[in-house]
């Protein structure tokens, strides 16, 4: 993952968070934080594509490395389906709200 650079060249606003994660086949995708939720003490954040925003969300790990933090990919098969249930409750409670 790599950081993306902020400046005139931008084409979205600056209080969205951006990052730009490269998939398995190596290809750069402009992702747009747009939740982060808490599960086991750990902090979670769903990620959309800004390009395709159909597509599904990306899941990942929040982790502080001195004083930033850093996406991690959630490679524990137990760890991945308590992040996906706890996502899954939420996601129900929001649609019952709308």
Not at 7 to 23: I, L, M, P, Y
Not at 27 to 54: C, G, I, K, Q, W
Not at 70 to 81: S, Y
């Amino acid at each position: 993952m790599s950081d993306h650079i902020h400046d005139e060249n931008c084409d979205h606003d600056h209080d969205e968070a951006v990052f730009v994660v490269t998939d398995e086949d190596g290809n750069e995708h402009e992702m747009v934080l747009v939740y982060t939720f808490e599960s086991n003490d750990r902090v979670y954040a769903v990620l959309l594509d800004r390009n395709d925003p159909e597509d599904d969300g990306v899941i990942f790990r929040v982790e502080e490395d001195g004083e930033d933090e850093v996406l991690v990919n959630i490679e524990d098969d137990q760890e991945w389906e308590t992040v996906m249930k706890v996502y899954e409750e939420l996601a129900a409670q929001e649609n019952a709200i709308e």
